[in-house]
């Protein structure tokens, strides 16, 4: 194990890859790697996350942090409103790094404020469980949205305004900070005219790619993580993947090894975690990937896990179904500990298990996991994480944004631009009968009043 940073293994493809095949790609990730550093390939103009860990200044830091300090003074609850790359950077780092159950604790047992989320669906019953929730409740908000115009957000943020302000009065706008373009968009001009602290989303980073900009970075310092090591870990992969040797490039060797099995059928990556922490680290990695990939009839499917639970569920289907997955598997080498006890009785029978540490029964599972998919056709390999914190996470982070990157050139599409969300978002805004859209709604009304529906 290498110690001071996450490590790849790949030592279970070995049946379906050879060394060969992945020094075979050595020439066509060279060339992919020079065009996505001299800034010559698809979409150049969304690189800004390439050197960001180390563009990143103290000063921007301090002044997270020093916001942040306040905010968990003052605040019970410090409210995130965003969606996709808006918020699932922040809420997997901090559930990665959070006690379990630490929601639940009350205002005496809290050190730091509870994070939660809004703008991330349009559902009616969630803002109204929300409002019930905040009752009573010390509340800062952040508002998360380069433009200030997505729909889930924005609506959100329109009733979340009118409540701080019924509130809090002329004092809600101390309350508020707007995360957004350095000078252009609704949320902008509104965030001048009331006068909210703000924080700028840079030109040149996609939504997927901002968890190491203030819209990730403020919600982590909140919740009382350490944004400076985050970033340094950050750092350290950024100059380790500076080089485009497949055999050196750990970002590049995951790239890589993804590419030869989407030639060889494999359609599906399994993302399968053995810690309840990384779920939304997977979730964060599922929209970074899906929206990099997914494009042109082209891309690999993100899908994800939680084991052991999910075996109980989705593993008869990963060990028999359709041979069109591939695993890799995201561990931790060292956790917690936790003794399983003796029981006179063993009526159980796991007092075979007595005495050992828990976690060595997780690694166990994982083991044979990986072994039984193997064996049954599974391909997989495995990511590893020293421990959980935030210098590793920042590893991690900058380490699925490198290999996307460089995976996207491969399978020959522009990781950076998502055109397929444009289909739904103009659908929705002529169903709802947004000005502008007259002949849509028209059209869409037409193809919904001849389907052929049968009901039962």
């Not at 020093?66 to 918020?87: H, N, P, T």
């Not at 993580?225 to 870990?233: A, F, M, T």
Request: hydrophobic content about 40%; some cysteine.
């Amino acid at each position: 194990m290498v110690q001071n940073r996450i490590e790849i293994e790949i030592t279970n493809l070995h049946k379906v890859l050879s060394l060969g095949e992945l020094k075979s790609c050595q020439a066509e990730v060279s060339r992919h790697h020079k065009a996505l550093h001299d800034k010559s390939g698809a979409g150049n103009d969304f690189l800004g996350w390439l050197d960001l860990p180390s563009k990143t200044e103290d000063k921007i830091i301090g002044e997270l942090e020093s916001l942040a300090a306040v905010i968990r003074k003052e605040a019970e609850v410090f409210l995130c409103v965003g969606i996709g790359g808006s918020y699932l950077g922040a809420k997997a780092v901090n559930n990665s790094l959070n006690e379990f159950f630490y929601d639940n604790y009350d205002k005496a047992q809290r050190k730091n404020p509870v994070i939660i989320f809004a703008g991330q669906n349009l559902s009616a019953d969630y803002m109204n469980s929300l409002f019930k929730y905040l009752e009573g409740k010390s509340v800062y908000v952040n508002v998360i949205s380069k433009s200030g115009t997505t729909t889930e957000p924005a609506v959100a943020f329109r009733v979340i305004k009118k409540y701080m302000e019924d509130r809090y009065a002329k004092g809600a706008k101390d309350r508020i900070i707007a995360t957004t373009d350095k000078a252009r968009g609704a949320l902008k001009k509104l965030a001048d005219s009331e006068g909210y602290k703000t924080f700028v989303i840079p030109d040149d980073v996609g939504g997927r790619f901002s968890v190491l900009t203030p819209v990730g970075l403020l919600p982590i310092a909140v919740a009382g993580h350490s944004i400076k090591k985050l970033i340094e870990g950050a750092r350290s992969i950024e100059a380790l993947t500076a080089c485009d040797d497949i055999m050196k490039n750990p970002a590049y060797m995951y790239a890589a090894c993804r590419y030869l099995l989407y030639k060889k059928g494999f359609m599906i990556e399994l993302l399968s975690n053995f810690e309840p922490a990384l779920h939304y680290v997977s979730e964060w990695w599922k929209q970074l990937y899906g929206e990099s990939e997914g494009k042109d009839k082209k891309g690999i499917f993100p899908a994800a896990v939680d084991f052991t639970t999910d075996l109980h569920s989705m593993g008869q289907y990963v060990q028999d179904g359709e041979r069109k997955i591939f695993e890799t598997f995201l561990m931790i080498e060292k956790t917690s500990q936790f003794a399983v006890p003796t029981d006179p009785a063993n009526l159980d029978g796991l007092n075979f298990l007595a005495g050992n540490d828990l976690s060595h029964a997780n690694k166990m599972a994982y083991e044979g996991t990986r072994l039984a998919h193997l064996e049954g056709g599974v391909p997989n390999m495995t990511i590893t994480l020293p421990e959980l914190n935030e210098y590793y996470l920042g590893q991690l982070i900058y380490f699925y944004e490198k290999a996307v990157a460089i995976s996207g050139y491969m399978i020959g599409v522009n990781p950076f631009d998502q055109p397929g969300v444009e289909s739904y978002k103009k659908n929705m805004f002529a169903l709802m009968k947004k000005p502008g859209f007259e002949s849509e709604t028209e059209r869409l009304n037409g193809i919904l009043a001849s389907a052929n529906v049968i009901k039962v």
